[in-house]
């Protein structure tokens, strides 16, 4: 099957971000993604803070039968995601981060230790 592109909107700079999918479950899955950022984007700025994507965290799923993290634990998470995902290095997640983020990378950051954390899409 062909990869096709899709585009979602990114409110913070007015400008598409655009991730290669091949089919249809491959969409559902940026849908859900944009979903979740505009979700956790509580005062519609366009951009998620280290606050919002705490949210993001602590609002998916964890797999059953793993271990809730301590609030550090928690803290030393949501460093490493800023890091990780602040590919501009603004302190702020805009929407085309968040989508090449959660669409192309593991559910675990190696650098995250032993603290066990949700999945990224139920």
Known sequence: MEAETRRT???????????EIGDEEAAEMLLKIS?????????????????????????????????????????AIMDVFMKEIDTNCNGKI?????????YNKPARPKSAGSAAFPSRIA
């Open 9 to 19: 909107l990114d409110r913070s700079k007015t400008e598409d971000v655009e991730i």
């Open 35 to 75: 979903t979740i950022f505009n979700k956790y984007d509580t005062n519609g700025d366009g951009v998620l803070s280290k606050d919002e994507l705490k949210e993001v965290i602590c609002g998916l799923n964890p797999p059953a039968g793993a271990p809730v993290p301590t609030l550090e634990q928690l803290d």
């Open 94 to 102: 805009e929407m085309k981060e968040f989508v090449k983020w959660m």
